[in-house]
């Protein structure tokens, strides 16, 4: 089955600890995005990638880290995490070509508490 | 840049009443427009999307969508709805670099 994957779907941290929200699909997607949705600001693009070793900004980097080794996974980094990035947090994947035609296909989302 | 307004925060309905939520993107040029729904606890998916040709697009579920260019909207429609539309919807609009842009999200309600 086509999907994309997050682990772990809730977290609840303390601020200043380094954690990690792992992001995989199957579907040999080049694109692959992370999002950020927050109540009133629908969902707003952290980091995204155009393929392996290729990573760019989105429109909320602050305070993130991504990587992207292998072309199925692509994790969010958060050094040291703050209060203020409690939020739900979206991986999505989509093949480049055709990139904007396509449609992207959502992770079922991370839920992050930073105390 | 392109921009996505969805005008409406929350909307509750009962069954059987129809909807339209708005849309209203701020570019001029050639746009591609997507739907996607978020039901309670669950990822983002697919509504339906406008690339070019009728501007009257169906989607699954019932649901459709009129592209109107000279208004610059893409409103989504369903003639009837069911409790089970309970959702979060949003309209997105690719930028240039194939990035989607989403507006801030509609809050379907539907009461029994």
């Known amino acids: 089955e086509a999907q994309v994957t997050q682990n772990p779907r809730y977290l609840i941290t303390v601020t200043g600890k380094k954690l990690t929200v792992t992001c995989s699909q199957n579907m040999n997607h080049e694109y692959m995005s992370w999002y950020r949705q927050d109540p009133g600001l629908g969902l707003r693009q952290i980091y995204y990638?155009?393929?392996?070793?290729?990573?760019d900004k989105g429109d909320v980097p602050e305070g993130y880290k991504v990587s992207r080794k292998e072309k199925r996974n692509f994790p969010l980094i958060l050094e040291s995490p703050s209060p203020n990035q409690t939020s739900l947090y979206f991986c999505?994947?989509?093949?480049?070509?055709?990139?904007?035609?396509?449609?992207?296909?959502f992770g079922p989302g991370t839920r992050l508490t930073v105390l | 840049a392109q921009s996505v307004s969805q005008h409406n925060h929350h909307v509750i309905l009962s069954e059987a009443a129809s909807l339209e939520l708005g849309c209203n993107y701020s570019y001029g040029g050639t746009v591609n427009l997507f739907w996607y729904v978020q039901y309670p606890g669950q990822h983002l998916q697919l509504l339906l999307k406008y690339f070019s040709g009728d501007p009257l697009v169906k989607g699954i579920k019932g649901f459709e969508a009129e592209f109107i260019k000279s208004k610059f909207s893409f409103n989504l429609r369903k003639p009837s709805v069911q409790w089970s539309d309970t959702a979060e919807y949003f309209c997105a609009v690719p930028n240039q670099g194939g990035k989607l842009i989403f507006g801030q999200g509609t809050e379907l309600s539907v009461k029994p």
């Open positions: 990638s155009m393929n392996v070793e290729v990573t």
């Open positions: 999505a994947s989509s093949s480049l070509q055709g990139l904007g035609y396509n449609e992207q296909f």
